[in-house]
Nanobody, 126 residues
Framework: VQLQASGGGLVQAGDSLRLSCATS????????VGWFRQAPGKEREFVGA???????TTADSVKGRFTISRDSAKNTVYLQMNSLKPEDTAVYYC?????????????????????WGQGTLVTVSS
């Protein structure tokens, strides 16, 4: 099982970035994929998630700026980040969960995720 996050980089405040999470080794359509981030000295926090059927949710801190999509043909999930702010600076991780979904809304709980990617660094300068 692999989740490979990519697309991070150094940008200026107000810019956009799109992160990708390429997955392999598990049945993509049976899992929800979430994004988390961890800033230096802070705990990991939930950013958003997308279900197998395309339904997505995002944290209040990024709502209206970040959107999540998935391409089942490519087994890839995307995190589109617009209007980036310096406080968005963090390592961004993608993860897959088989237990969170419509009936159990637990996307924001990192312990419910089965597989994790290695993270990609996003740095937003002011």
């Amino acid at each position: 099982v692999q989740l490979q996050a990519s697309g991070g980089g150094l940008v200026q405040a107000g810019d956009s970035l799109r992160l990708s999470c390429a997955t392999s080794g598990f049945r993509f359509t049976s899992y929800a994929v979430g994004w988390f981030r961890q800033a230096p000295g802070k705990e990991r926090e939930f950013v958003g998630a997308i279900n197998w059927n395309g339904a997505s949710t995002t944290a209040d801190s990024v709502k209206g700026r970040f959107t999540i999509s998935r391409d089942s043909a490519k087994n890839t999930v995307y995190l589109q980040m617009n209007s980036l702010k310096p406080e968005d600076t963090a390592v961004y991780y993608c993860a897959a969960t088989s237990v969170c979904g419509v009936e159990r809304q637990c996307y924001y709980i990192d312990k419910e995720y089965d597989y994790w990617g290695q993270g990609t660094l996003v740095t937003v300068s002011s």
